[in-house]
């Protein structure tokens, strides 16, 4: 049973994740020939406070820019 899982930061719509959750699931359908059922995939969505890299966070980032 595949698993994919992706982390995004906080800020998209409904619409797009899960649009985003139908590529992926049928990327795995057509990659791995499995039925459906079989198939899982999660998104995890991150408060852009609670992620950083370099030691900047990603809310940071943005009132910088």
């Known amino acids: 049973m595949p698993l994919v899982e ?30 459906d059922e079989k198939i899982r995939v999660v998104v995890r969505e991150v408060p852009s406070t609670h992620w950083s890299a370099g030691g900047v966070t990603l809310a940071e980032r943005e009132e910088r820019a």
């Open 6 to 35: 992706i982390t995004l930061a906080q800020k998209r719509e409904p619409e797009v994740i899960r649009e985003l959750l139908r590529s992926v699931h049928d990327a795995v359908k057509a990659a791995l020939s499995v039925p």
